[in-house]
């Protein structure tokens, strides 16, 4: 399926969750926090929630600095 990751068009598996993004977008982030369609979404419900075509999904990770 075509949707929107950090505003760059992206293909997944038609079954992907946002767990499967997050595993191969931010391996190795122990901290991020996703959005999908403007609502973030919970990390208790990364497993269960499916995306879908046309999606946009915004993937991130904290940063430090001052």
Same mark, same amino acid.
């Given at each position: 399926? /075509?949707? *929107? &990751?950090?505003? *760059?068009?992206? /293909?997944? $598996? @038609?079954?992907?969750?946002?767990a @499967?993004l997050? $595993? =191969?977008? =931010? #391996? !190795?982030? @122990?901290? +991020? =926090? &996703?959005?999908?369609?403007?609502? +973030?979404?919970?990390? %208790? %419900?990364? #497993?269960? *929630?499916?995306?879908?075509? !046309? @999606?946009?999904?915004e993937?991130?990770?904290?940063? $430090?600095?001052?």
């Amino acid at each position: 399926m /075509e949707l *929107t &990751v950090n505003g *760059t068009p992206a /293909e997944l $598996a @038609d079954d992907a969750t946002v767990a @499967d993004l997050v $595993a =191969a977008r =931010a #391996a !190795g982030h @122990d901290r +991020v =926090a &996703v959005a999908r369609n403007g609502d +973030v979404v919970p990390r %208790s %419900s990364w #497993a269960d *929630t499916r995306l879908a075509p !046309g @999606d946009a999904v915004e993937v991130l990770a904290p940063t $430090a600095g001052g």
